[in-house]
């Protein structure tokens, strides 16, 4: 399938308020391949070149719904500056088992493909989640204690299962409010 910011599905798309189910084990063909093309968007949507020359917008993280597709798929990779990947995973089914009381949020607030206008306001989440998972990378099911920056991203994304997005969670009467026990991220 074709992946590029006119294919994404947008928050004026009622899909997007869809729940996501569970996808079945062994994960069938298609989903695999819907999987790693998601991966392989994000991927490519953090080269300035390639991303300009695809229509790509960049992101650290994409969920299947963003595309109309129903289904517990989660592709996200995060590169440090010079371009490595620090974190990457392919998740079916990704679960969030605990999470901190203490939150976090990100300073410049966050983003999303499914969403062009700009939403401004702090969202906070859980500084620290356990997120179990199958990994389509590693081909087995993992555990993955995250904190911070990608406690963030998979909240976000695992949002979209449940319809929500990052800005549902923003307080409208006053965006920018201090909460007690959240640190923020740059
Ligand atoms: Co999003």
Redesign the pocket.
């Known amino acids: 399938m074709l992946i590029n910011n006119d294919t994404i599905i947008k928050d004026d798309d009622e899909r997007i308020r869809m729940k996501s189910e569970d996808v079945s084990f062994p994960v069938p063909k298609e989903d695999k391949e819907l999987l790693m093309e998601m991966m392989d968007y994000v991927d490519k949507s953090t080269d300035e070149e390639i991303a300009e020359k695809e229509n790509l917008r960049a992101a650290v ?3 299947a719904i ?1 595309l109309g597709i129903p289904k517990k798929l989660t592709a996200i990779i995060i590169k440090d500056d010079e371009g490595n990947k620090v974190f990457e995973y392919a998740l079916v089914n990704p679960k969030i088992v605990s999470q901190s009381v203490e939150k976090a949020y990100l300073e410049a607030g966050e983003g ?4 062009e206008v700009e939403h401004q306001g702090y969202v906070y989440r859980s500084a620290r989640v356990k997120v179990r998972a199958y990994d389509l990378l590693k081909e087995d099911y993992i555990e993955i204690k995250a904190e911070d920056y990608l406690a963030i991203v998979l909240q ?2 695992l949002d ?1 299962f449940k319809g929500i ?2 800005y549902d969670r923003i307080d409208q009467k006053n965006p920018f409010h201090k909460e007690d026990n959240a640190h923020p991220i740059e």
């Open positions: 993280g994409i969920s963003q999303c493909l499914s969403v976000h994304e979209h997005l990052f």
